[in-house]
């Protein structure tokens, strides 16, 4: 096979997803919404930055923001297994425009102030509690080649990180040519896209018993399938541990711009960016995969990955230096979420896939805002660059761990315990 053959049969192969049309509209218009999202996050954190100039509430506005998906998940996840999953992620994505032009407004108008942005924080954050369980379960109602699914998570991740290269580069130009206030209105606007998107699609209704239970037992019933079915119970834990430890380090970075490189805005869009880059290679790495058999070394050895680049960015002080390393960790970052969300989707069963993917929001997006807390509390006891080493050296001890104590992951993915 010559190296053109070889090269489109990978890229064949890497996007084999893209033949389903709800996927093709949902990766497209998602794909534009989250440039706007990540906009947002930098000129947000910028904001926050500039007129407080602490990292700690740096911490508390990531806090806020994310902590309703820890809380309301596992009963929102409880609804997207009753409701229309469809239904439910329209009304999500209105709701984060609504948001992104309130903020807009007041800051255009200089009258924002720090808990303007903590309740709008807050806000966005309840919907993300809706929209993530609906979001996630939606994936596998979009691909009709059902052996297509684990490709389709790792385009997400793709398509998430492929916003994340873009949106930051732009926010930072952006800010630095007109302010913060642009940045707000340009994300409320790519919205467009994803509703025009979900609009154009044909999914079929699921099928359902008609009958439901109180929330509190089908709640408690999803909790205990996933604690009972070793491979979700392992990665839930796996990500709830990154989540707090492994991925705090964002929260600072705009105190690694400003303060430790001694940059602007535009540094800090292009750390971001360039960690982007970085996990945009971690999903298309494991899109080309054609199975997960090995998928059980791919989370330790990541892990492993992740605790060395935060190791190296902790003692950096160089800027062309801290951009190769964040490049490092955006890589070893995508493979661990990716790889863990495809051994979950893999095993899940189609009636409790809504409340299992909620508890998946609750352990990696959930316990975020306890990680933020943590990167902000720990920045102002000692220094930012010693809170993100101290997250180094418990990702590798993690790694260690993950793979002394717990079992192969190829093992588990064959199915329940």
């Keep these: 096979m010559n190296l053109s053959s070889q090269v489109s049969s990978f890229f064949q192969n890497s996007l084999r997803a893209m033949k389903s049309r709800n996927y093709r509209l949902f990766f497209f218009g998602q794909g534009i919404s989250l440039i706007g999202t990540w906009i947002q996050r930098v000129a947000m954190s910028w904001l926050v930055y500039?007129?407080?100039?602490?990292?700690?509430?740096?911490?508390?506005?990531?806090?806020?923001?994310?902590?309703?998906?820890?809380?309301?998940?596992?009963f929102t996840g409880v609804l997207a297994d009753r409701w229309n999953r469809h239904?439910?992620?329209?009304?999500?994505?209105?709701?984060?425009?609504?948001?992104?032009?309130?903020?807009?407004?007041?800051?255009?108008?200089?009258?924002?102030?720090?808990?303007?942005?903590?309740?709008?924080?807050?806000?966005?954050?309840?919907?993300?509690?809706?929209?993530?369980?609906?979001?996630?379960?939606?994936?596998?109602?979009?691909v009709e080649d059902k052996r297509d699914l684990g490709n389709a998570i790792a385009l997400n991740s793709t398509m998430f990180n492929g916003a994340r290269l873009v949106g930051p580069s732009i926010a930072g130009l952006v800010i630095a040519a007109f302010g913060e206030w642009v940045c707000f209105f340009i994300n409320a606007a790519t919205f467009v896209a994803v509703i025009a998107a979900l609009l154009a699609m044909k999914i079929a209704p699921r099928t359902?018993?008609?009958?439901?239970?109180?929330?509190?037992?089908?709640?408690?019933?999803?909790?205990?399938?996933?604690?009972?079915?070793?491979?979700?119970?392992?990665?839930?834990?796996?990500?709830?541990?990154?989540?707090?430890?492994?991925?705090s380090y964002m929260t600072l970075l705009p105190v690694f711009a400003k303060d430790v490189l001694q940059g602007g805005p535009d540094t800090l869009g292009f750390l971001m960016a360039i960690t982007g880059v970085g996990a945009v290679g971690g999903a298309f790495y494991l899109a080309s995969r054609k199975d997960n058999l090995t998928i059980d070394w791919q989370i330790p050895a990541s892990l492993m990955l992740l605790g060395l680049g935060l190791l190296a960015l902790?003692?950096?002080?160089?800027?062309?230096?801290?951009?190769?390393?964040?490049?490092?960790?955006?890589?070893?970052?995508?493979?661990?979420?990716?790889?863990?969300?495809?051994?979950i989707q893999t095993v899940v069963d189609e009636d409790k896939r809504g409340r299992v993917m909620s508890l998946y929001a609750m352990a990696f997006m959930g316990m975020a805002p306890f990680g933020s807390l943590y990167a902000g509390t720990s920045a102002k006891l000692f220094t930012a660059p010693v809170a993100v080493i101290a997250s180094g050296v418990?990702?590798?001890?993690?790694?260690?761990?993950?793979?002394?104590?717990?079992?192969?992951?190829?093992?588990?993915?064959?199915?329940?315990?």
């Design 208 to 247: 359902t018993n008609g009958t439901h239970r109180k929330v509190l037992v089908e709640l408690k019933e999803g909790a205990v399938y996933a604690y009972r079915t070793v491979p979700i119970r392992a990665t839930l834990i796996l990500m709830a541990f990154v989540s707090v430890v492994g991925m």
């Design 87 to 142: 239904t439910m992620m329209l009304g999500t994505q209105i709701g984060f425009t609504l948001s992104a032009l309130a903020l807009g407004l007041l800051v255009v108008t200089e009258i924002v102030q720090v808990w303007h942005i903590l309740v709008l924080s807050a806000i966005s954050g309840i919907v993300m509690a809706f929209d993530v369980p609906a979001r996630q379960s939606l994936v596998v109602d979009m």
């Design 314 to 343: 902790g003692g950096s002080r160089i800027v062309w230096l801290s951009y190769a390393i964040v490049l490092v960790t955006g890589f070893a970052q995508m493979v661990i979420i990716a790889s863990s969300n495809t051994v």
């Design 394 to 417: 418990l990702c590798v001890f993690g790694a260690v761990l993950f793979t002394v104590r717990l079992p192969s992951l190829r093992k588990m993915t064959a199915g329940p315990a």
């Design 50 to 74: 500039r007129i407080t100039n602490s990292a700690m509430l740096l911490g508390t506005v990531e806090f806020v923001g994310m902590l309703p998906t820890f809380l309301l998940a596992p």
